[in-house]
C-alpha cells in the first residue's frame, strides 16, 4: 500500500473512530438527560406524607386524575355480569383442608385466569416504571374498601401519588372499574429505612364516579390470617410487568426465619410482588415482598403476618 494509500486509510479510520466517540459522546449526554428526565417524573409523582406515622392521604383531585389517566389509553372498563357478591372463587383457589390441593408440577408458575379479588397496580406517568408494576389484593374489612400489597410498590423516596388498582385486569380490560387511593398505610418501620420485616401496605380504595359504591361488594375479598402455622400449603398470584394476565404457583410456605415465608418456585418475575400469598383457598398469609424485594428467579418471600401486621391492618381499617 502506497504511503497515500496508507495516509487515506488513517484518515478513515480516524473519522470512524471521531463517529463512534461522538456517538458514544451523543449517547452518554442523552442518557443523562433521559435520567435526568426520569427522575423529575419520579420526583413529580411523590409525595412525604406523614412517615413518622406510616400514613399518607391522597389528594382526590390527583387521584382523579390518576384513574383518568389510566382509562385514557390504558385500560378499558368491560364490566363482568354481576354476581351480587354471591361467587367469587378464583380458578386457582382450592381449599386444600378437605380435597383437591396438589403443588404445581413442576414447581413452577404459569399463567392463570384472572380473579375479581387480585389485581396489577398501575402508575401512569414518567416514573420509570411500567404501565403496571406491582400487584395487589383486596382484604375483608369493616369499610369494604382495603387493598394489601407491599411497601416498597407504594413508598420509595416517599410515597407514590399516581396508585390506581385494577381489580381482575386482563388484556388492557378493567372489569371491575379502576381504584384509587385515600389513603396508604406501611409501617414507620418501613418508611424509616426500609425494612424488609416491614414489606407490608395497605391501601383504602375508593372508585372515581361511582360514589358510595364498596370495593368489596364488587369483588369479594380474602380473609387475612395472622400467626399461620407453619409449613402450609400455599398459592402465590401476581402480575408480571409485562403481562396482561396473572401466573399462579402452588407450593408451600415454610418459615424462613422468625420474620419471613419462604416459597419456592421458579419463574415469579417483576411485577408480581404484592401479590398475595393464599392458602386454604381464600386465606391470606402473605404478599410477595419481604427479603431480597421478594427473591429471585427460584424462591419468592413474604413477610409472616403477626402481631405487628394485625396492629397495622387494624390501624388502616380506622377512620
Known amino acids: 500500500m502506497s504511503s497515500r494509500a496508507e495516509g487515506q486509510e488513517r484518515g478513515r479510520t480516524a473519522a470512524r473512530g471521531g463517529v463512534a466517540v461522538g456517538l458514544v459522546c451523543t449517547l452518554v449526554l442523552a442518557g443523562a438527560g433521559y435520567v435526568a428526565w426520569e427522575l ?43 354476581t351480587d ?5 378464583g380458578g386457582g383457589a382450592v381449599n386444600w383442608r378437605s380435597a383437591g390441593w396438589e403443588p404445581s408440577d413442576p414447581l413452577q408458575a404459569r399463567p392463570a385466569p384472572a380473579e375479581p379479588a387480585i389485581g396489577a397496580l398501575f402508575s401512569p406517568g414518567n416514573d420509570g416504571d411500567p404501565d403496571h408494576h406491582c400487584s395487589g389484593v383486596v382484604v375483608h374489612s369493616p369499610g369494604g374498601d382495603l387493598v394489601a400489597t407491599a411497601a416498597h410498590c407504594v413508598h420509595g423516596g416517599g410515597f407514590r401519588t399516581n396508585l390506581a388498582f385494577v381489580p381482575g385486569y386482563r388484556d388492557g380490560i378493567a372489569p371491575y372499574g379502576v381504584w384509587v387511593p385515600t389513603r396508604i ?16 401496605a395497605f391501601l383504602r380504595l375508593r372508585r372515581p364516579g361511582y360514589p358510595g359504591q364498596r370495593l368489596e361488594d364488587v369483588t369479594g375479598a380474602e380473609t387475612i390470617a395472622f400467626g399461620s402455622e407453619l409449613p402450609v ?15 399462579d404457583c402452588r407450593t408451600t410456605a415454610r418459615p424462613a426465619g422468625a420474620t419471613q415465608l419462604r416459597l419456592d418456585c421458579a419463574d415469579v418475575p417483576n411485577g408480581t410482588s404484592g401479590g398475595p400469598v393464599l392458602t386454604d383457598g ?15 428467579d427460584e424462591t419468592s418471600y413474604s413477610i409472616r403476618f403477626g402481631d405487628g401486621i394485625r396492629a397495622l391492618y387494624e390501624r388502616s381499617t380506622r377512620p
Do not use: C, M
Open 233 to 247: 400449603p400455599a398459592r402465590l398470584v401476581g402480575y408480571p410487568n409485562f403481562s396482561e394476565q396473572p401466573l
Open 85 to 89: 357478591g354471591k361467587d367469587f372463587a
Open 185 to 200: 398505610d406501611v409501617d414507620p418501620r418501613w418508611t424509616a429505612d426500609q425494612d424488609p420485616d416491614h414489606d407490608i
Open 282 to 296: 381464600h386465606t391470606l398469609i402473605g404478599v410477595i415482598g419481604g427479603r431480597d424485594g421478594g427473591g429471585d
Open 40 to 82: 423529575r417524573g419520579i420526583a413529580a409523582n411523590r409525595a412525604d406524607g406523614d412517615p413518622a406515622r406510616g400514613v399518607y392521604q391522597q389528594d382526590p383531585e390527583r387521584a382523579d386524575r390518576t384513574a383518568s389517566a389510566v382509562l385514557d389509553g390504558i385500560v378499558r372498563e368491560d364490566p363482568e355480569p354481576a
